[in-house]
């Protein structure tokens, strides 16, 4: 039988890893759709979000980069938080 790791059971250490790594994970992730993003405006020539012929995909990927790259800043707040030793994991 597999043992499971209880949530908050983490020190602070290994925390700020695994929030490194999350992040690095995320800013892959906004890349990939900063690179679909301009591919799906170049094939319709348009690269004005406000212009109403603005490809439906790009919006809405734009908009899921855009709500990746808040949570990015939140992670980059909370790992700034672990690092100064601000947090105890069990009441974060």
């Known amino acids: 039988m597999k043992h499971q790791r209880h949530f908050g059971s983490a020190t602070p250490a290994r925390e700020a890893l695994q929030t ?27 690269f004005d979000r406000s212009q109403v012929e603005y490809p439906m ?16 800043t939140a992670l980059e707040r909370r790992l700034s938080k672990l690092d100064q030793g601000e947090l105890v994991p069990e009441l974060a």
């Open 20 to 46: 490194r790594v999350l992040i690095a994970d995320i800013n892959r992730v906004v890349q990939i759709l900063d690179s679909d993003i301009a591919a799906e405006e170049e094939q319709a020539r348009i």
């Open 57 to 72: 995909l790009a919006r809405t990927m734009a908009a899921r980069r855009d709500n990746l790259m808040d949570t990015i």
